[in-house]
């Protein structure tokens, strides 16, 4: 084709959060020099930088004050005492966490370095907070069992992503800025590249890559209320899926406790790691009703599923009673400027409450996404049950599942997660590359493809009145996903959800857009990932009506065991011929003497 942009390079990584950063950073450091990254925002906006809480390692830097209590103050302990924190807790802790659905041996791989990563950050010049004595400060999460989070205020994220950036720059990678990955080229199984759009010109590109490396986060933009950034679309997994490869775990979808009320945006769990209450329109704090020991510190699961109760029994809060007070009044200003100000900010700004003086209200938000395209611990995408790879195809980070986090995430355990297995795939695709992997041929038509679908949105004249708008479709999505798919699912629901999924994408075939120019079409992208939101949502809510069980973030009413006889295993969603998920299932990786299966109770 006369017209083809090419673009050629060793590795292609599509992600500039901690994860494909990470990636770059680490292919470069092991001998790779041919290295590009495309990002559909600046490089320091991928939502990396926005987590504010932690980031987990047991440094063992910090211990709670003998006899103060699971709530009381924290001291730094001396050189030479005792440990009280160990990979082996930490492992333990993620493996409840998961309930039983992470992946052990991944799991033991991303505790064991944890503790190297933090420090490797520090000797970056990451600006960590600090214990008087200088060390790096440690504060409590939930579902941990001791201080663990290592923070730097609550502007975790934004330190380590800037951190790390400066790094890969510094090793010569070359950044893509508001470019967009539309396409994913795999045929027999081989990876060969991707097409992208140059969103600043509207020009299409074919990038040919040995290895193409996926670490493009979440997707909690399927739901109303959602703590995600407006870039958090899926499009990594849904590009991947219609590419061929399976989704794993697509139902289990985190909800975080503290969103702000009617809006989402997250107010980081660091505010109960620092003390924080919960409290109902009584004012009482009904966390001793449901996790009398850990009280506001149990796992996020629990904790949402509690204020959900709450607020369906007719206690929650706010104008129509969908909130919850998250109460930190008792703090006192001097802690809340230290630890907690960009949370402070976040409710002066978007919940007009002054955290110093009066509780603000908050609710459940879809926060993180713990399915996504199957990896194994090196980060290679595998495409069936028995591992076999993609060839060339990897992925960590948000979009991945390795899976770490099983059935619920333990928060700080994501920045680390990205980090540890992002450094991991780097490494792995410079072996690849260096071993002597070649570029591979590709079907130049993939552009023309991209480019007619383009042509499509932007072309009314076959329509005859049947126009469909895409913001509205995302918009009914995602009302459809937070009633029928939310913290609370059942058998009806679930039905519901995976019949306006269906109409939703019917509809869609009819989606045109406004605007035709070519610069920042955002109308376009808008439309593109509309598209991805209903091709993943598809995934998550046959996934979701098939596992006729409770497990972590996976909450069904009819069915609020969990049943480790039928459904200990992950689910693998593979796109049939006829576009419908096909579903099949993949064993657990367990260690049964050290880790079997328990009761999960907080
Ligand atoms: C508000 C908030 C607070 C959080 N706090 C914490 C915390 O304290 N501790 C913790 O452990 N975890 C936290 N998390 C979770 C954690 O931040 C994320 O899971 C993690 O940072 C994801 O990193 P990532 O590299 O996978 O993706 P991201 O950082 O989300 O980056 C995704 C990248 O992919 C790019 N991309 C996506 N699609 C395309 C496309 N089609 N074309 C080109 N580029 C594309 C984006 O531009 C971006 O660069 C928080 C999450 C949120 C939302």
Same mark, same amino acid.
């Given at each position: 084709m006369a017209d083809l942009n090419v673009i050629t390079h060793d590795i292609l990584i599509v992600g500039a959060g901690l994860a494909g950063t990470w990636a770059a950073m680490s292919a470069g450091e092991n001998g790779v020099k041919d290295i590009g990254v495309l990002s559909k925002v600046h490089p320091l906006r991928s939502h990396s930088s926005a987590a504010q809480g932690g980031i987990a390692a047991a440094l063992n830097n910090v211990r709670p004050v003998e006899g103060t209590g699971p709530r009381g103050p924290l001291e730094q302990i001396p050189p030479g005492d005792d440990p009280i924190d160990s990979p082996d807790l930490h492992m333990f802790d993620t493996i409840k966490g998961s309930d039983w659905l992470g992946d052990q041996g991944a799991i033991e791989i991303m505790v064991n370095e944890a503790p190297e990563i933090v420090y490797q950050y520090e000797r970056m010049g990451c600006v960590f907070s600090r214990t008087p004595d200088g060390r790096i400060a440690q504060r409590r999460f939930g579902g941990h069992s001791v201080p663990r989070a290592n923070y730097a205020a609550d502007y975790t994220g934004h330190v380590l992503l800037h951190t790390i950036h400066e790094q890969a720059v510094r090793n010569g990678v070359k950044f893509y800025a508001e470019w967009y990955c539309l396409d994913l080229l795999v045929e027999d199984n081989v990876c060969r590249g991707v097409v992208a759009l140059d969103i600043t010109t509207g020009e299409l590109y074919l990038i040919r890559a040995k290895a193409v490396f996926f670490g493009t986060g979440g997707y909690g933009r399927a739901w109303k209320i959602t703590s995600n950034a407006t870039a958090n679309t899926g499009d990594g997994v849904a590009i991947a899926y219609n590419a061929g490869v399976p989704l794993m775990d697509m139902e289990f979808v985190q909800f975080h406790p503290t969103g702000v009320y009617g809006k989402g945006i997250l107010m980081s769990e660091a505010c109960r790691g620092e003390g924080g209450y919960l409290r109902n329109v009584n004012g009482d704090r009904f966390m001793e009703n449901y996790a009398p020991d850990k009280m506001e510190l149990a796992p996020r699961d629990l904790v949402s599923r509690s204020e959900q109760t709450e607020i369906e029994q007719g206690r929650g809060v706010g104008a129509d009673g969908e909130g919850i007070y998250l109460d930190m009044t008792h703090l006192g200003a001097e802690k809340i400027m230290e630890r907690l100000p960009q949370v402070r900010e976040l409710a002066l700004n978007f919940a007009g409450v002054d955290i110093i003086d009066a509780p603000a209200p908050i609710q459940p938000t879809a926060h993180y996404s713990m399915g996504g395209i199957p990896v194994n611990a090196n980060g290679q995408v595998i495409s069936d049950a028995e591992g076999t790879p993609v060839v060339g195809f990897y992925a960590a980070g948000e979009c991945?599942?390795? +899976?770490?986090?099983?059935?619920?995430?333990?928060?700080?355990?994501?920045?680390?997660?990205? +980090?540890?297995?992002?450094?991991?795939?780097? *490494?792995?695709?410079?072996?690849?590359?260096? +071993?002597?992997?070649?570029?591979?041929?590709?079907?130049?038509?993939?552009?023309?493809?991209?480019?007619?679908? %383009?042509?499509?949105?932007?072309?009314?004249? &076959? %329509?005859?009145? *049947?126009?469909?708008?895409?913001?509205? %479709?995302?918009? /009914?999505?995602?009302?459809?996903?937070?009633?029928?798919?939310? @913290?609370?699912?059942?058998? /009806?629901? #679930?039905?519901?959800?995976?019949?306006? @999924?269906?109409? #939703?994408?019917?509809?869609?075939?009819?989606?045109?857009?406004?605007?035709?120019?070519?610069?920042?079409?955002?109308?376009?992208?808008?439309?593109?990932?509309? /598209?991805?939101?209903?091709?993943? +949502?598809?995934? %998550?809510?046959? &996934?979701?009506?098939?596992?006729? /069980?409770?497990?972590?973030?996976?909450?069904?009413?009819?069915?609020?065991?969990?049943?480790?006889?039928?459904? #200990? *295993?992950?689910?693998?969603?593979?796109?049939?011929?006829?576009?419908?998920?096909? #579903?099949?299932? *993949?064993? @657990?990786?367990?260690?049964?003497?050290?880790?079997?299966?328990?009761?999960?109770?907080?």
């Open positions: 991945a599942c390795i +899976s770490v986090h099983g059935a619920n995430r333990l928060g700080t355990n994501s920045l680390l997660g990205a +980090s540890v297995f992002g450094r991991r795939s780097g *490494k792995a695709m410079a072996a690849f590359v260096l +071993s002597g992997a070649a570029l591979q041929p590709v079907d130049e038509g993939a552009v023309k493809k991209n480019r007619q679908c %383009i042509s499509t949105l932007m072309d009314d004249s &076959s %329509i005859n009145g *049947k126009k469909e708008s895409p913001a509205a %479709i995302a918009e /009914e999505l995602k009302t459809a996903m937070t009633r029928y798919a939310g @913290v609370f699912r059942d058998e /009806e629901r #679930l039905t519901l959800a995976c019949e306006k @999924v269906q109409e #939703l994408t019917d509809r869609f075939k009819n989606a045109r857009i406004m605007d035709k120019s070519r610069r920042f079409n955002t109308d376009l992208l808008g439309a593109i990932e509309t /598209e991805h939101l209903l091709t993943f +949502s598809k995934v %998550i809510v046959n &996934s979701g009506l098939a596992r006729t /069980e409770s497990r972590g973030a996976h909450y069904r009413t009819d069915y609020p065991k969990r049943d480790d006889e039928d459904w #200990l *295993k992950h689910t693998m969603a593979h796109k049939d011929s006829n576009g419908e998920p096909e #579903l099949s299932y *993949k064993d @657990v990786d367990i260690d049964w003497d050290r880790y079997p299966p328990q009761e999960r109770k907080y």
